[in-house]
């Protein structure tokens, strides 16, 4: 019995070992938990702990607020700092950098909403015509755009690429540039790219991976195909980031931007109108109105795209875009026969085109008249004038 009870003193003992083995294993999980803590706390730029830090801990483990702060930094971003080329450094770079978003539609929203949930430490969002910052053009620019179906993106002046008035010292003329206002832009395609300039404003602010410096990327939406070509290096001719550069804080201050592409920028700004036509080519939309009230035989022929004239058109009108109207001029010549017909042996046939704002009617107009129809005007200021002047009730897009 004695040495029963010996074999059971010495199995109490051997359990009271284990136990106090264990305890000793969790305090020291538990103390090397919050070295590794206070450790990443460093990295991530935190101040460090005065010596009576020891005290702020409690005996529960718990750690003070500005571990607490660390720790949710971490739980926040460990997915980042899961990937062995971003890690902590890279997230350290992030959370020390400031970036400015120039705009906030459709590009600059998810710029915006991602740069924040990527943990930059000082984000600034500027909307409107009001942007006075100092020395703007010499801020590495991460340049998205999008229009239509197709984007691209690229990064301006950094390690030796080019600015964009080292690519474009002149705007291009109006006629060339697309907006969306006149092109359109599918919805979820300023999403994508407003996305990939938040992994190049990340890139460049961390120095983690290859930014977009002198390489430019193209997407097309449609078949989701991307591609990339070489840009031009910085030109040190260039008026903005040359050797020698004339473009000054005031220059900045006073750039009419509007003036110098001449082209319109704000909602309230209209399209600049083209002046192709003498006055007896060129009727007022009241003026046509008038025409239709008298019932006249007259053709109207409206020259937008066959989409375009989908969305709204004016009765008995004829939809010939533009990019189709010689091809159909043999079909103008019958269908302005026809109404020849009508007009009480009148031989000609008054025709009238209109479009969208007024600029494409008149090219048409110049055509038409150089291919036997005289008697072909304009409808000034297209379908937008038809709106202001006539029919409030007319569908503009």
């Given amino acids: 019995m004695e040495g029963g009870g010996d074999g059971d003193g010495g199995r109490s003992r051997a359990e009271a070992i284990m136990r106090e083995l264990e305890r000793l294993r969790a305090e020291r999980e538990e103390l090397d938990g919050r070295i590794r803590l206070l450790e990443s706390q460093l990295r991530l730029g935190a101040a460090p702990l005065p010596p009576s830090a020891a005290a702020e801990v409690e ?35 992030l959370s020390q950098s400031s970036i400015l978003v120039v705009g906030a539609g ?38 998205g755009s999008a229009v239509g179906l197709e984007g691209q993106l690229t990064v301006y002046h950094h390690n030796g690429s080019p600015c964009y008035r080292c690519l474009y010292p002149n705007p291009p003329s109006s006629p060339t540039s697309q907006s969306c206002s006149d092109n359109g832009i599918l919805g979820i395609l300023p999403g994508v790219i407003g996305c990939l300039q938040a992994l190049e404003a990340i890139k460049v602010a961390t120095a ?52 110098f592409t001449q082209s319109p920028m704000s909602k309230n700004s209209t399209t600049r109108s083209l002046n192709l036509l003498p006055e007896n080519a060129r009727v007022s939309c009241r003026d046509y109105k008038k025409v239709l009230d008298s019932g006249r035989p007259h053709l109207l022929v409206d020259v937008r795209p066959s989409h375009h004239f989908q969305i709204a058109s004016m009765a008995h009108s004829i939809n010939v875009p533009l990019s189709l109207l010689e091809e159909k001029l043999p079909l ?57 002047e006539v029919d409030p009730s007319f569908l503009l897009y």
């Fill in 208 to 259: 983690v991976g290859k930014p977009l410096c002198g390489r430019m990327l193209h997407f097309d939406a449609l078949s989701s195909h991307t591609r990339i070509v070489k840009i031009s290096r910085s030109s040190p001719t260039c008026k903005v980031c040359g050797e020698n550069p004339v473009f000054t804080k005031e220059d900045f201050v006073n750039f009419d931007y509007e003036s």
């Fill in 332 to 388: 103008l010549r019958d269908s302005a026969r026809e109404v020849s017909s009508r007009r009480d042996g009148r031989q000609h046939c008054p025709v009238y085109v209109i479009c969208r704002r007024g600029n494409d009617s008149q090219v048409a107009v110049q055509i038409l008249r150089e291919n036997g129809f005289l008697y072909a005007s304009d409808v000034a200021g297209g379908f937008e004038s038809w709106a202001k």
């Fill in 59 to 93: 005996p529960t483990g718990s750690p003070s607020s500005s571990s607490s702060a660390a720790a949710d930094m971490i739980s926040r971003y460990r997915r980042h700092l899961l990937l062995p080329q971003f890690g902590l450094e890279g997230q350290r770079k």
């Fill in 106 to 143: 459709g590009l600059g929203s998810p710029v915006a909403m991602y740069l924040a949930a990527c943990g930059v430490g000082c984000l600034g969002i500027v909307d409107g015509d009001r942007v006075e910052l100092d020395n703007l053009h010499r801020q590495p620019l991460i340049s």
